[in-house]
């Protein structure tokens, strides 16, 4: 398609600087549609060769049809592939149709998106193991203090980044309606969910019940899931500071999870710590981090 049709499509100007664009079409009764299609006929999104758009969205009218546009930079895609956190980017890429990619960009992201191997595979299963730690460490902590409905919404947040955990190891990209993903795959984390939300035992035993399986499934899958922090670790002889390793392109979005998946980390001894003075560590030590 041409550019100057794009405009006849969405009703509004598109710029020369345009990588590529996907259309995503209201589909009848369809199981699932991207959230962002409510009320709109059509999404158009839009790649931007400018490093510096995350995103910006046009509404427009164009007879009975309402489009809603989303803009957004080539580096921000990018990072919602890797991250994986960003479901109604990623339904519009994969499911949407291309009609405009001269550079072959778009099909490039949604090949490797299919194929699901490599870098994109190791990202995706350590920035979800990360958040399933996170959440399991706060469950827990609100359990402790008996706050047990906030401990409760936490492992069932912690269960659905396992269950993100389980798609990927088993292949596939997580759909946005994971559970129905996880649950055609058989694995242990969708009878978990069942027994969370339905089981008659009382509230704080079922959250005891699902901590404890998580803190299983967390110990024998951390060698594997974290896989991208070991190589970076291991990626210079030099130690890293904890400020380096967020800087990093492959963990600047972790901040909150980061810490906690170095210190589990070291208690399991695969990786080390090594301590040493510096001038901005007050009176302690610095912490520095290596394999």
């Known amino acids: 398609m041409e550019l100057s049709n794009l405009t006849l499509l969405s009703g509004e100007t598109f710029d020369e600087n345009v990588l590529g664009a996907v259309t995503l079409r209201r589909k009848g009764n369809a199981p699932f549609q991207s959230a962002l299609l409510h009320d709109f006929d059509m999404v158009v999104l839009m790649l931007h060769e400018d490093e510096e758009k995350e995103r910006t969205i046009t509404h427009t009218i164009a007879g009975d049809r309402r489009t809603q546009s989303v803009h957004v930079g080539l580096s921000a895609l990018e990072r919602a592939v890797m991250a994986g956190d960003n479901n109604e980017l990623l339904t519009s890429l994969i499911a949407g149709d291309v009609i405009w990619d001269p550079k072959g960009i778009l099909g490039d992201m949604r090949r490797e998106i299919m194929q699901f191997q490599g870098t994109l595979r190791e990202r995706v299963l350590f920035m979800e193991f990360a958040r399933f730690l996170h959440m399991y460490v706060k469950s827990k902590r609100y359990l402790e203090a008996n706050c047990t409905m906030d401990a409760y919404n936490c492992v069932l947040i912690a269960l659905y980044h396992w269950a993100r955990i389980e798609v990927s190891e088993a292949g596939f990209f997580s ?29 704080d035993q079922r959250v005891e019940l699902i901590l404890l399986a998580c803190e299983f499934a967390l110990m024998s899958k951390m060698s594997d899931c974290c896989g991208l922090l070991l190589n970076i670790l291991g990626s210079r002889k030099e130690s890293w500071s904890i400020k380096e390793l967020l800087q990093h392109s492959g963990l600047s979005q972790l901040e909150a999870e980061l810490p906690l998946v170095l210190r589990k980390l070291v208690s399991r001894s695969l990786i080390r710590e090594i301590t040493s003075w510096a001038d901005d560590a007050g009176d302690g030590h610095a912490v520095r981090y290596t394999r």
Do not use: C, F, G, M
Request: charged share 25%; hydrophobic share 35%; aromatic share 6%.
């Open 175 to 203: 759909d946005p309606a994971v559970w129905e993903q996880v649950k055609s795959l058989n694995t242990p984390v969708h009878k978990l969910y069942e027994e969370l939300t339905v089981s008659t035992e009382t509230l």
